[in-house]
């Protein structure tokens, strides 16, 4: 298989598929599966968790018992296998805040943000995906694109708008690394564009 280029943009370093692969989440068709599926939770920061523990009394009543529980147990989140901080889960892959509008898995947290109930919205690494992000040390970042099975129909959604991953993920991009790293990786791109 062949590497994807790996590009720098205002220091981080990002897989060029990121430009060149299209990706659309289709709810309609997947009904949020991303966030009951997995063997881990969610990538968080120290202070993402802070926010979550901020929002939780506002969420609690949104979430099952049995993620209730969890929570009560472990906390809103904990160390995988790799050591790094996560999510809580229930029954080793639904994530501890979502909940469901019919058929639909939705995450409690974003829920609870758009109504206007709470400051936090959601972490970052759920926001930005199917991009993940590399904590390499002293400071050096890389992001990847990231695939995954139950995702096929956001990449035939994708390819059907014509619309790049960072196209696709424009605001959390920005919400992560600001409107001026996103506008000159929007000018890498097209640059790659006229290149190809």
């Not at 009543?61 to 993620?67: E, K």
Request: glycine content about 8%.
């Amino acid at each position: 298989m062949k590497v994807p280029p790996i590009l720098e943009i205002g220091g981080i370093l990002i897989s060029s598929e990121i430009i060149t692969e299209c990706f659309c989440c289709d709810y309609e068709k997947c009904k949020g599966i991303c966030c009951v599926e997995g063997s881990d939770g969610a990538p968080v920061t120290m202070d993402e968790i802070a926010g979550i523990e901020d929002a939780l009394d506002t969420v609690w009543p949104m979430l099952s018992a049995s993620a209730q529980s969890v929570i009560d147990k472990q906390g809103v989140a904990y160390s995988d296998k790799d050591g790094d901080l996560v999510t809580s889960i229930v029954r080793g892959k639904d994530c501890v805040f979502t909940c469901y509008d019919g058929d639909n898995c939705l995450c409690a947290l974003e829920k609870a943000y758009r109504e206007g109930k709470t400051q936090f919205c959601k972490p970052i690494s759920c926001a930005l995906y199917p991009i993940r992000e590399k904590n390499f040390g002293n400071g050096l970042i890389g992001l990847n694109y990231h695939r995954w099975s139950v995702c096929k129909d956001a990449v035939e959604k994708g390819k059907a708008l014509g619309l790049p991953v960072y196209q696709f993920l424009k605001e959390p991009l920005i919400r992560r690394f600001g409107e001026a790293w996103y506008q000159e990786l929007c000018e890498v791109a097209e640059q790659l564009k006229a290149n190809s």
